[in-house]
């Protein structure tokens, strides 16, 4: 049975950094495109970036680039999330996904996602 879980989320000053961890167990991870998504209050889960089951291809929302670095070691099964510069407006439940095979434009959607997280929230205050 494969499972992803977060860690790392929490309460940060704007302007802040925070790293977001999901390590994944029961699945071959190099063979999987990883994502993270968030979800804000009263919004619906958005697409925040993907990276290819290599490591060598990432992708972002274009609100984020620069801000936000998505990583993986796929020998210790783990995923990142290194966010930068943060504002009350990252406020979010963050989720880590895996979809079996190469990342594309497909990976933006949700939909493609064999296996998710159970969500991490990260606050930030003013």
């Known amino acids: 049975q494969a499972q992803l879980v977060e860690s790392g989320g929490g309460l940060v000053q704007a302007g802040g950094s925070l790293t977001l961890s999901c390590v994944a167990s029961?699945?071959?991870?190099?063979?999987?495109?990883m994502g993270w998504f968030r979800q804000a209050p009263g919004k619906e889960r958005e697409f925040v970036g993907v990276?290819?089951?290599?490591?060598?291809?990432?992708d972002y929302a274009g609100s984020l680039k620069g801000r936000f670095t998505i990583a993986r070691d796929n020998a210790k099964n783990t995923l990142y999330l290194r966010m930068g510069s943060l504002n009350p407006e990252d406020t979010a439940v963050y989720y880590c996904?895996?979809?079996?095979?190469?990342?594309?434009?497909?990976?933006?959607?949700?939909?493609?996602?064999?296996?998710w997280g159970q969500g991490t929230q990260v606050t930030v205050s003013s």
């Open positions: 996904a895996a979809h079996y095979g190469v990342t594309g434009s497909k990976s933006w959607y949700e939909d493609v996602y064999d296996y």
């Open positions: 029961g699945l071959t991870l190099s063979s999987y495109a």
């Open positions: 990276i290819s089951g290599d490591g060598d291809y990432t």
